[in-house]
């Protein structure tokens, strides 16, 4: 991969982009994360010695299905697998031995050269909701998400200091046809972002249209030889590769694009009750699933991913926040790291139907959880309500605020001679105060970090203000944000070619809602 700083920008529209790029407001966007802080490590090496064999034994003994997709079966037989219909017995090594030649770390370019992001090694990439077919907002309540709910979501991603990524499917816009939406999802992040984003993988052709439209954005030999995107590729669990999903992986492996390997994991209905017996099939799964994409193309950059949660046993809806979740977590990033790859997990999980309190500590327990157990790719990290099912506007910007908190945990301890303030102690002695010392003067501005959102003003201000909660003053947030949004540089040349693309596919086929 070559690095994305000096990299060749995609074709020039001339003087028009020129001027577009000097008119243009560019929203600060922090750097993607770098922990100076160790990682939680909640088993021991005996513990994870057991769960690799284990993992293997499931491999070679029960096997792995690859539905309807003669051209994979094939290629476990080639590569020396046992496959009995549609049932792939993996021999004990051979799966590890595969996977050892995908990357530990891959840069993922952006349109926009400095919004670059690292993933893997020491790094975290926050990127927001996947996947919801409904929106809430305080005014509107919770209804089916539309293409605009959609478009405001990634203006909101753009412009949210903490988050790296533009993300994929922010939210179902179900007003779009099903095999048309892709194409509407690709361009709004191309258009109102500047951020790395992902590609569409509800069907394989779908994938390729993705890696064209980014032919168009980036140049074609720019995405030949650069990872552009990075998908997400659930494996239906327990132990079942469908083709649509492997499908997408084929054509993004070929392209050199990066693909998440998730399993789907609710505790209890796709994996065992037990975190050993869950964390040995998640790595059954990602080993089989990573392999696969080396099969394809050697090399191909993916990450190592776990979408965890327990089950409520009188309900049967999934649970978040919960200790089990953490410790699966926590076990997964070192088999992970083990395994030498980068690490999908985490987010603002929670099973609040609002932005309340339940809300706000699973969410807490989620995002920590998934800083200290290493993950290096963190999709969901802001936005998430229901399970899921619902992308919420005030949750949103309440999370992206939030991820701020991420940042200064992960830089850890400063133990310079500055911070070690001798010098302020000294000045103050016994029974004085900081407040107007020289060290609290030249350090004040930056010493905290500091909330967009929440309200520290006195009782009386805040009654004045009309005493209003944390989801009141996000709807305002968000109004302001929206307000305030101002699409970043694009030449003109790329914006229309990629409308024209959008055109011509949309109407060389009929509308199909399922």
């Known amino acids: 991969m070559t690095d994305t700083t000096t990299r060749r920008r995609a074709r020039s529209g001339g003087g028009a982009a020129r001027r577009a790029e000097r008119g243009a407001v560019s929203f600060e966007t922090a750097r993607f994360i770098t ?22 034994t499931i491999l070679e003994e029960v096997g792995v299905n690859f539905v309807d997709n003669p051209g994979a079966l094939q290629r476990w037989r080639d590569a020396g697998a046992d496959v009995r219909g549609e049932r792939v017995h993996i021999p004990r090594g051979l799966a590890r031995k595969l996977c050892a030649t995908a990357p530990s770390q891959f840069t993922q370019a952006a349109r926009n050269p400095e919004r670059a992001v690292e993933v893997g090694g020491r790094n975290l990439v926050l990127a927001p909701i996947y996947g919801p077919p409904f929106v809430r907002d305080s005014v509107g309540g919770r209804r089916y998400a539309t293409m605009a709910d959609f478009e405001k979501f ?6 949210s200091k903490w988050l ?29 972002s500047d951020k790395p984003f992902m590609g569409s993988v509800t069907d394989p052709s779908r994938a390729r249209d993705s890696v064209e439209m980014c032919e168009i954005l980036f140049g074609k ?9 990075t998908s997400l590729i659930n494996i239906n669990s327990p132990l079942t590769f469908d083709d649509v999903m492997m499908g997408a992986l084929e054509v993004y492996a070929e392209a050199g694009q990066a693909c998440i390997i998730s399993p789907f994991i609710v505790g209890g209905a796709m994996a065992p009750v037990s975190i050993a017996g869950t964390l040995t099939q998640v790595l059954a799964e990602v080993l089989a699933g990573v392999a696969y994409s080396q099969l394809v193309r050697p090399g191909a950059p993916v990450i190592f991913g776990a979408f965890v949660s327990s089950i409520d046993m009188n309900s049967g809806a999934p649970t978040f ?19 030498g790859l980068p690490f ?7 099973g609040s139907k609002l932005p309340d309190a339940q809300a706000a500590y699973e969410t807490a327990n989620s995002l920590n959880m998934g800083l200290l157990s290493g993950v290096n790719f963190m999709l969901h990290s802001c936005g998430w309500l229901e399970g899921g099912l619902v992308a919420s506007f005030e949750k949103f910007v309440m999370d992206a605020d939030q991820l701020g908190t991420l940042h200064q945990l992960a830089r850890g301890v400063d133990m310079s001679e500055d911070a070690q303030a001798m010098d302020a102690i000294r000045e103050v002695g016994p029974g004085g105060h900081y407040l107007g010392c020289a060290h609290t003067q030249a350090n004040f501005k930056t010493a905290f970090w500091k909330t967009e959102l929440f309200d520290y003003k006195p009782f009386e201000t805040w009654e004045d203000e009309g005493a209003r909660d944390t989801q009141t003053l996000a709807a305002i947030r968000v109004e302001k944000l929206l307000a305030s949004y101002q699409a970043p540089a694009l030449d003109p040349a790329i914006a229309e070619a990629l409308d024209d693309y959008v055109a011509r596919k949309k109407d060389a086929e009929p509308d199909a809602f399922l």
């Open 321 to 339: 926040g919960t200790p089990e979740a953490s410790h699966i977590t926590y076990g997964a990033g070192q088999l992970a790291r083990r395994l």
């Open 35 to 56: 922990r100076n802080i160790p990682d939680y490590e909640v088993l021991g090496e005996e513990a994870l010695d057991i769960i690799e064999a284990n993992a293997e």
């Open 344 to 350: 999908r997990s985490a987010g603002s999980f929670c």
């Open 154 to 159: 990634v203006k909101l991603g753009y412009m």
């Open 221 to 229: 030999e720019f995405v030949a030889q650069n990872t552009v995107m």
């Open 164 to 192: 790296h990524h533009s993300g994929g499917t922010v939210c179902e816009p179900t007003d779009i046809a099903v095999n048309k939406r892709h194409l509407d999802m690709l361009r709004a992040h191309m258009t109102l």
